[in-house]
């Protein structure tokens, strides 16, 4: 049995009251939230909000389609931890995977609420990339032994996040949209703590 991680069992507290905080519920026009520095720090930006939808004007093309890329990430991420977590045995790791579960709940209701459903772009926004990941990953998980599940977690898991990261942090470049922008550097830095997590919770 791995030991249990202390730092990796606070962190991920952190995380479930509020890392990676969703985007704000202010009117489009307002400033953005700066970043949080680490996932400690981004627990004093709150849980998110469902938010209100942004105008369809002040968002590009390149914005809708990561939203839309996001919301299906995000759906894959909530499958993968649902899954497992009646069968993971260290606490740590289940902490952190409730952790993923809650904040991602909360963007995931920001995000499709930002999406436009008509005008420009709505059809982007309606395809949200229900097959978003590995399928193999998830037949990974359920058939996996009760020993196995938590190893097992923790790969499937860090690669997903690493991909979330990935693709956030190519979107601070390229997005129009500041607010949009602003969530992106918050999923890139969540996600990347996770993945150092997800590696912690397996140090013996």
Same mark, same amino acid.
């Given at each position: 049995?791995?030991?249990?991680? =202390? %730092?990796?069992?606070?962190?991920a507290?952190? /995380?479930?009251?509020g890392?990676?905080?969703?985007? =704000?519920? #202010?009117? =489009?026009?307002a400033?953005p939230?700066?970043a949080?520095?680490? =996932?400690?720090?981004?627990?004093?930006a709150?849980?998110?909000?469902?938010?209100?939808?942004?105008?369809?004007?002040?968002?590009s093309?390149?914005?809708?389609?990561?939203?839309?890329?996001?919301v299906?990430? #995000?759906?894959?991420?909530?499958?993968?931890?649902?899954?497992?977590?009646?069968r993971?045995? !260290?606490d740590? %790791?289940?902490?952190?995977?409730?952790a993923?579960?809650?904040?991602?709940?909360d963007?995931l209701?920001?995000m499709r609420?930002?999406?436009?459903?008509?005008?420009?772009?709505?059809?982007?926004?309606a395809?949200?990339?229900?097959?978003?990941g590995?399928d193999?990953a998830?037949?990974?998980?359920?058939?996996?032994?009760?020993?196995?599940?938590?190893?097992?977690?923790?790969?499937v898991?860090? !690669?997903?996040?690493?991909?979330a990261?990935d693709?956030?942090?190519?979107?601070?470049?390229?997005?129009?949209?500041? @607010?949009v922008?602003? %969530?992106?550097?918050?999923?890139e830095?969540? @996600?990347?703590?996770?993945?150092?997590? /997800?590696?912690g919770?397996?140090?013996?």
């Open positions: 049995m791995p030991r249990r991680t =202390p %730092l990796a069992t606070l962190v507290a952190l /995380l479930l009251t890392a990676c905080a969703g985007p =704000p519920t #202010s009117s =489009p026009s400033l939230q700066p949080p520095a680490s =996932p400690a720090g981004s627990a004093a709150g849980s998110a909000g469902a938010g209100s939808a942004i105008e369809a004007d002040a968002m093309g390149i914005d809708v389609v990561f939203l839309s890329t996001m299906g990430h #995000s759906e894959r991420t909530l499958q993968i931890v649902r899954l497992a977590r009646d993971v045995r !260290d740590a %790791l289940r902490t952190l995977a409730a993923v579960e809650a904040t991602e709940g963007e209701a920001a609420g930002w999406l436009p459903t008509t005008g420009p772009g709505a059809s982007a926004a395809h949200h990339h229900d097959g978003h590995d193999a998830l037949d990974r998980l359920r058939t996996a032994p009760d020993a196995d599940v938590d190893r097992v977690l923790r790969d898991l860090a !690669d997903h996040q690493r991909s990261a693709l956030a942090r190519s979107h601070v470049g390229v997005g129009r949209n500041e @607010r922008r602003d %969530l992106a550097r918050r999923i830095q969540s @996600r990347t703590a996770e993945v150092e997590l /997800l590696r919770t397996g140090t013996p």
